[in-house]
């Protein structure tokens, strides 16, 4: 490593202890940055590194709520202030126990860059709560966003921090957020949040963005062997709102996708998935994926199995954070895989991305690959300033536009820096360079 992006990298492990998935973070984007600070001296000389991997402002919170049977709970609240020097804060909310400040921090520091290779003006941002919503009312969960936005709803505004949902947080939630920040502010400010229902200032398509968009990515990524995603078997892990638009668009490319997961099992369904029966178990009536197979008899449920050992010719990770280790990667190599394109945030251990670059694996990271959830939330943010409403069709075209460039980016960042194919280096670079003009350009911030 280069021993300024050495000495950043200690002071990170030194000032923000105990946060493993930080460090992680900040690790791989520095060491893809490496070349970068030898050839371009201002990096050191302004301490630009440095700047860029302390946040501007972390706000934690108590969230006190009120259950069904009138017991008090607390939980812990953050809004992480990252970076807003390409625009106001931007990114979504995570709703989960394993929530801790660390993760949010990583989650913010990553969204820097992804929302930079946008090319959209978003600076990055992320907050959430150890808040468990699953198994709770629909009261429980409105109670508990509206105590949640009476802290929150004093860090964010259209042109200050506009978060979105992550983990935990869909359109019922953001209904729930928004509803209340409208009560809290007596204003109707529909950009204050996005991801919200296209009845009351959504945009369509972004329900499905993040997943038609990493589809696009990996069909991009596909292009530069001369191949496509047609007729190939995939897995996607995850049966969430990434996973599911994920599986839509590969089938709609004819794809055939056989397995996907939930966080108790994995369901492994040889003809193809049966992707209605999935968002209704998922997305109606809030059910567990294990109920699957008492529709689809050919298809197997194995309780906390690996998906991993599922044989197929391109992965999507698309539920959490280092679901995909190095002894996964091996698995899949070793089974035939070409491809992974990861929809969720950093789900690939560095250990595991090392085993796929070396086996000449295509590797799409999730700050290009799934960058096409925010990319749509900035388009929300623009139909929400003019209070307009664009057509499907027109969001998905500039969708699969955005996603193309990004693409591109990552493409020309390799090749610049000597590394063709090697999307991880693209993608950090290609994201650092318009924000570390802008810091030049903004003087002390
Ligand atoms: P959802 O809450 O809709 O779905 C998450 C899925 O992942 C569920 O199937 C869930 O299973 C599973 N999961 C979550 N945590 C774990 C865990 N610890 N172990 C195993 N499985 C787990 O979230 P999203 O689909 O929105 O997000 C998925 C990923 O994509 C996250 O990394 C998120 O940060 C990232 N992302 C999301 C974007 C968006 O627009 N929504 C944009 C960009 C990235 P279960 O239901 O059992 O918990």
């Not at 400010?189 to 945009?203: A, I, M, Q, W």
């Not at 002894?327 to 945030?345: F, I, S």
């Not at 694996?361 to 409403?389: C, D, R």
């Amino acid at each position: 490593m280069h021993p300024y992006t050495e000495r950043v990298l200690a002071v990170v492990k030194e000032r923000n202890p105990d946060e493993p998935l930080f460090h992680q973070a900040v690790e791989e984007v520095l060491h893809s940055l490496d070349p970068v600070v030898a050839k371009m001296p201002e990096v050191e000389e302004l301490n630009l590194l440095e700047r860029i991997c302390e946040p501007e402002r972390q706000a934690i919170f108590r969230v006190s709520w009120q259950d069904d049977k009138g017991r008090m709970h607390v939980n812990r609240g953050f809004r992480v202030g990252f970076n807003s020097v390409l625009g106001p804060y931007k990114g979504g909310l995570r709703f989960h126990p394993t929530v801790q400040l660390g993760t949010i921090k990583f989650l913010a520091f990553e969204q820097i860059f992804k929302n930079s290779l946008t090319t959209l003006m978003m600076g990055g941002a992320k907050g959430g709560s150890d808040f468990n919503p699953k198994g709770r009312s629909d009261g429980e969960v409105m109670r508990f966003c509206q105590s949640f936005m009476i802290e929150l709803s004093r860090h964010i505004g259209d042109h200050t921090d506009v978060p979105a949902g992550d983990i935990g947080v869909g359109a019922r939630e953001i209904g729930y957020l928004f509803g209340q920040y409208k009560r809290l502010v007596n204003r109707y400010e529909p950009g204050v949040l996005t991801g919200k229902d296209v009845r009351y200032g959504g945009s369509l398509g972004r329900k499905e963005a993040t997943g038609y968009g990493c589809v696009y990515f990996a069909e991009e990524m596909m292009k530069t062997k001369q191949d496509s995603l047609e007729g190939k078997t995939c897995v996607v892990s995850g049966s969430g709102n990434v996973a599911i638009y994920a599986i839509e668009k590969l089938q709609a490319l004819g794809a055939k996708v056989v397995a996907c997961s939930d966080s108790d099992g994995i369901i492994h369904d040889p003809e193809g998935l049966d992707l209605d029966i999935i968002k209704d178990l998922k997305e109606v009536r809030r059910a567990r994926l294990a109920e699957y197979v008492k529709l689809r008899t050919k298809a197997q449920y194995k309780a906390g199995g690996n998906i991993w050992e599922v044989a197929c010719q391109a992965a999507f990770p698309c539920a959490t954070q280092n679901e995909l280790s190095g002894a996964d990667a091996a698995l899949l190599v070793k089974n035939g895989c070409k491809l992974v394109a990861e929809g969720a945030n950093m789900p690939t251990t560095p250990e595991g991305i090392t085993v796929l670059q070396k086996s000449g694996v295509l590797f799409g990271p999730g700050k290009a690959a799934n960058a096409g959830g925010v990319s749509v939330s900035g388009l929300e943010m623009q139909q929400n300033a003019s209070w307009t409403n664009w057509s499907f069709e027109e969001v998905d075209k500039k969708l699969q536009g955005i996603m193309k460039n990004i693409h591109g980016t990552c493409v020309h960042y390799a090749g610049e820096y000597g590394q063709p194919g090697d999307y991880v280096l693209g993608a950090n670079v290609g994201g650092f360079m318009r924000i570390v003009y802008a810091m030049a350009a903004h003087g002390l911030v």
